[in-house]
């Protein structure tokens, strides 16, 4: 703990339940009438970057919104299906801002940051009250109220929720708030764009090079301040939960030109994905964690057992989590219910014919949520058939379209049969380094949402990514970036011709043309598994010193390879979606290399990922709070001629003034 | 469930630009497994053709889950092929058999242009909702969410109009190319909600004028929209739409 905090994460003083209202008391303002000629680029369109824009719009700023897809409301954040907290405590269960700023703490394995999650809960309640306003169509109780449920790592019943879309409805709020203010004129978009370069000057962050993927024309845009919200990186596995054109590239860019990269080793593995099925599969899909609500999940209690899990007596199956976890039990938080399932699969109790799932079962909740039924309907003495039909209506109504989908993937259908899950990649904790007020280590740059490091520590709770999300976007970086701009109002727009914006436009001219002319003789795809096969195996959910370091070289070599082999047709000058993934992967492969590192560095099993070497007698993951309370924040200082990147660690310690850390205990 | 593998002909729509004149050409893929999804499939053969040394098909897709609206392709005539209340990222193989021809074509509606190959230009959707599909209200203080409670059914009924993905699959499968089934959701969304009460008869009008203004078709109620939607959103939308616009004609002569 001697280490010198030698990153300024601008933390308020006073006590924590008061910083983020003295800051907001305290920070700097622009006058409307200068906010009108201060410029603001907004990368991403998902919930921080809609969000953002829409809010940043309002205020009267000049916004530019740039989204790959050909519309902001495609970006991402509309897949996620199971909710959103918020501490309202409607259901009187004890829920407060603490308690769940306690659960995200507590939840993240202590890694996360204390002033920015209590920030996070006290604006929780804002963003439904925001999103109803907006006419976000929410679950709802027969009296007219807001319905809620509970995920993983809970007590408490605090997730609003939209059936097992409540992403996309959120996105779509969000959406609808940015088209508003387009109508208005205050924000331009531009979609089927990407981010290739952050354009430097002066030490601050003064626009993007950006190319439109139509015309392949490369485009220069300036901006007093860069706001990055282009989610997570979870790509780098190949296989994932992530949309196919998810992508690290601008934020990676932004590392290679000075903003220290936090946590990447830090990524969650999701315990309820629809298994791998086949050679070809292209991603994973989830089911929503609100299944294990109801759910139970179970294996044989036999190894190998080949029956299928309708003919498995109640008596031979054994349900570990509520086994090994009897307080949470199937609600114990994800990278606990990860483990846990590879755990079995590894001993050789897994299911399916990979064996590589586990069960999640409904059988029960249907009977349970039947006799309810029949008691309201007043049917007495009611047949198993009768109660199987009204549970099964039930059911249907509460996670239908999420038991569709699957029987769309699998062909199997998951009323009749226990569904077969596995843990995936699904979400990065890891990200750029903010500070408090969401700035990176370059002036004038900030990461909103998943694309910054701050809030969900080493494993994120369930229902608090779309909360993050729509916290920096709509609540706190309306009053931050404000701060910096109030001293931005002297400086005059900078024309593009300026030479660093002519710099930046060649390196990325420089970068594809270097692509093109590769003319190898492997597809952009098979580079990209080979990256994911490394990454899962090595960097996945189990880690040993031994393999990190193996994966650092075999990294190395594969970027290597990639500059020899890598085969792109087409040219640059019009839409040629192998050339933006080819420059997709490269950044990839760059970014598992520092993966493999910043895990090799942190010696401890910590939120999603267990390292080998570290853990309890009977098997649990052993964190060194001694050792490791800090966010790891890696400054990019050039390609070494070893071959491999040069990244320096900086630390960030972490200084818990109101949790004390203890082991977590879900049992 | 039964896995089996597969000898596909594929007949696809190229066309290298908008300005371009596009035709169809024709492509076999071998050994392609039931439980691969369709754009698995494209993958196969892209990455084939990649080897090649030719230009992959260009298609649009993302999430890969159904839900971003992104995919959009005409597969055997129908919009996102054979399958009910599906996009074409969740269609999987085993709904074609061994030996199958399969002709895959992009959006066909003026107000789509194709883009390239199969993918086609939908930004006229982000301008009708400019014109007005949304609540206008500012960030920060709005009352508490439950301070204005909605009857379930209401709630529910919002929420079935809002599952709306945007993919566009209503216009293609229209005979006119209409997109009334994707304004009629997000007017009755709104319509429904307390929140979208002062702006509802501004809506209508703005919404549909922009509609005719991006060059869709008129809706003559044949009902091809919802038989197609990946999302099942009900005709019963453009019932409400119509009778919004009639109740906002009839009842304020301010407007138009």
């Given at each position: 703990m001697a280490e010198k905090n030698i990153l300024d994460n601008k933390i308020p003083e006073g006590p924590l339940d008061q910083k983020w209202t003295n800051y907001k008391g305290h920070c700097k303002l622009v006058n409307p009438s200068n906010k009108r000629k201060l410029e603001v680029i907004v990368v991403g369109t998902g919930l921080a970057g809609?969000?953002?824009?829409?809010?940043?719009?309002?205020?009267?700023?000049?916004?530019?919104?740039?989204?790959?897809?050909?519309?902001?409301?495609?970006?991402?954040?509309?897949?996620?299906?199971?909710?959103?907290?918020?501490?309202?405590?409607?259901?009187?269960?004890?829920?407060?801002?603490?308690?769940?700023?306690?659960?995200?703490?507590?939840?993240?394995?202590?890694?996360?940051?204390?002033a920015n999650v209590h920030r996070l809960s006290e604006v929780s309640g804002n963003i439904i009250d925001q999103c109803v306003a907006q006419g976000v169509p929410f679950a709802r109780e027969y009296g007219g109220l807001l319905s809620n449920r509970s995920f993983g790592g809970v007590q408490v019943q605090r997730t609003f929720y939209a059936a097992g879309q409540t992403g996309q409805q959120l996105l779509l709020g969000a959406y609808s708030a940015l088209e508003r203010q387009?109508?208005?004129?205050?924000?331009?978009?531009?979609?089927?764009?990407?981010?290739?370069?952050?354009?430097?000057?002066?030490?601050?962050?003064?626009?993007?090079?950006?190319?439109?993927?139509?015309?392949?024309e490369i485009e220069r845009h300036f901006g007093h301040a860069v706001l990055l919200c282009t989610g997570g990186y979870g790509n780098v596995f190949f296989l994932s939960t992530n949309a196919m054109g998810s992508n690290v590239t601008a934020a990676w860019k932004a590392h290679r030109k000075g903003a220290y990269f936090a946590n990447p080793c830090f990524t969650q593995i999701h315990p309820t994905c629809i298994p791998v099925s086949g050679e070809n599969q292209s991603k994973l899909t989830l089911m929503s964690e609100s299944l294990r609500n109801d759910g139970r999940i179970w294996v044989p209690k036999q190894k190998n057992d080949t029956r299928k899990g309708n003919d498995i007596p109640e008596d031979e199956r054994d349900y570990y989590l509520e086994r090994r976890y009897p307080a949470f039990g199937n609600l114990v938080p994800r990278d606990v219910a990860s483990r846990a399932a590879k755990e079995r699969c590894d001993a050789g109790y897994g299911v399916g014919t990979s064996k590589q799932s586990v069960y999640l079962?409904?059988?029960?909740?249907?009977?349970?949520?039947?006799?309810?039924?029949?008691?309201?309907?007043?049917?007495?003495?009611p047949s198993a058939a009768v109660i199987q039909q009204h549970g099964l209506d039930v059911v249907?109504?509460?996670?239908?379209?999420?038991?569709?989908?699957?029987?769309?993937?699998?062909?199997?259908?998951?009323?009749?049969?226990?569904?077969?899950?596995?843990?995936?990649?699904?979400?990065?904790?890891?990200?750029?380094?903010?500070?408090?007020?969401?700035?990176t280590t370059i002036d004038?740059?900030?990461?909103?949402?998943?694309?910054?490091?701050?809030?969900?520590?080493?494993?994120?709770?369930?229902?608090?990514?779309?909360?993050?999300?729509?916290?920096?976007?709509?609540?706190?970086?309306?009053?931050?970036?404000?701060?910096?701009?109030?001293?931005?109002?002297?400086?005059?727009?900078?024309?593009?011709?300026?030479?660093?914006?002519?710099?930046?436009?060649k390196e990325v001219k420089d970068r594809i043309s270097k692509l093109l002319n590769v003319k190898g003789t492997e597809t952009v795809d098979s580079l990209h598994r080979r990256l994911g096969k490394i990454m899962w195996d090595k960097c996945g959910m189990a880690r040993t010193a031994e393999g990190l370091t193996e994966a650092i070289n075999e990294i190395a070599q594969l970027r290597k390879e990639f500059w020899e082999k890598v085969k792109i047709p087409g040219s640059d000058k019009e839409l040629n979606p192998e050339l933006e993934k080819a420059g997709r992967v490269i950044d990839f492969i760059e970014l598992g290399e520092l993966m493999c590192k910043d895990a090799l560095d942190r010696a401890e099993s910590c939120g999603g990922h267990f390292r080998e070497e570290s853990q309890t007698p009977d098997g649990?993951?052993?964190?060194?709070?001694?050792?490791?309370?800090?966010?790891?924040?890696?400054?990019?200082?050039?390609?070494?001629?070893n071959g491999l990147l040069g990244e320096e660690l900086h630390k960030d310690q972490l200084v818990y003034e109101v949790i004390k850390p203890t082991t977590r205990n879900y049992k | 469930m039964e896995h089996y593998n597969m000898n596909l002909t594929l007949k696809v729509w190229r066309q290298a630009n908008s300005e371009a004149q596009g035709n169809f050409e024709i492509f076999s893929v071998a050994n392609i497994s039931s439980e691969m999804s369709f754009l698995e499939m494209f993958d196969v053969l892209n990455e084939q053709l990649v080897e090649e040394g030719k230009e992959p098909i260009a298609f649009d897709h993302d999430c890969r889950e159904g839900i971003c609206g992104m995919c959009s392709m005409y597969i055997n005539g129908k919009p996102h092929g054979p399958w009910q209340q599906n996009t074409t990222c969740q269609l999987h193989m085993r709904a074609f058999k061994d030996g199958d021809t399969i002709v895959v074509e992009p959006w066909r509606a003026k107000a789509f242009p194709v883009?390239?190959?199969?993918?086609?230009?939908?930004?006229?959707?982000?301008?009708?909702?400019?014109?007005?599909?949304?609540?206008?209200?500012?960030?920060?203080?709005?009352?508490?969410?439950?301070?204005?409670?909605?009857?379930?059914?209401k709630a529910d009924e919002a929420f079935a109009a809002a599952a709306c993905i945007g993919c566009g699959a209503c216009v293609a499968a229209c005979k006119n190319s209409s997109a009334l089934l994707f304004v009629g959701a997000k007017v009755s969304q709104l319509a429904l909600l307390p929140q979208g009460e002062p702006e509802r008869k501004s809506r209508v009008f703005d919404m549909l004028t922009q509609m005719d203004k991006e060059g869709f078709g008129a809706c003559t109620s044949t009902g091809a929209c919802e038989a197609t939607c990946p999302k099942g959103i009900s005709i019963a939308n453009i019932a409400r739409l119509n009778h919004e616009y009639i109740r906002a004609a009839v009842l304020d002569d301010t407007v138009h």
């Open positions: 809609a969000s953002a824009a829409a809010t940043l719009g309002e205020l009267g700023y000049k916004v530019k919104a740039f989204c790959y897809q050909d519309s902001p409301r495609r970006a991402h954040s509309i897949a996620a299906q199971g909710g959103i907290n918020a501490a309202k405590n409607y259901q009187n269960d004890g829920d407060s801002v603490f308690r769940l700023f306690y659960d995200t703490i507590k939840g993240g394995d202590y890694r996360a940051r204390e387009v109508a208005l004129g205050t924000v331009t978009i531009y979609n089927r764009h990407e981010m290739e370069e952050v354009v430097v000057i002066d030490g601050k962050a003064r626009g993007i090079i950006a190319r439109n993927l139509v015309t392949g079962d409904f059988a029960e909740a249907i009977v349970r949520y039947g006799k309810i039924e029949c008691g309201k309907h007043g049917i007495t003495d249907k109504e509460k996670y239908g379209n999420l038991f569709d989908m699957y029987a769309k993937i699998t062909g199997e259908d998951p009323y009749l049969t226990p569904m077969r899950i596995f843990p995936a990649v699904h979400y990065t904790m890891g990200g750029l380094w903010v500070d408090y007020e969401l700035k004038g740059l900030y990461a909103l949402g998943e694309c910054n490091f701050s809030d969900h520590g080493a494993n994120r709770l369930g229902a608090s990514a779309l909360m993050q999300g729509l916290s920096d976007g709509y609540f706190v970086i309306p009053y931050t970036l404000g701060n910096y701009l109030a001293d931005e109002i002297y400086n005059q727009p900078i024309p593009t011709t300026h030479p660093e914006f002519d710099k930046a436009e649990e993951a052993l964190r060194h709070d001694d050792q490791f309370m800090y966010v790891s924040a890696w400054e990019f200082t050039g390609e070494n001629p | 883009i390239k190959d199969l993918i086609v230009d939908r930004g006229a959707f982000d301008r009708i909702i400019e014109a007005g599909g949304y609540v206008s209200i500012n960030t920060g203080n709005p009352q508490d969410a439950n301070n204005i409670p909605i009857e379930k059914k």
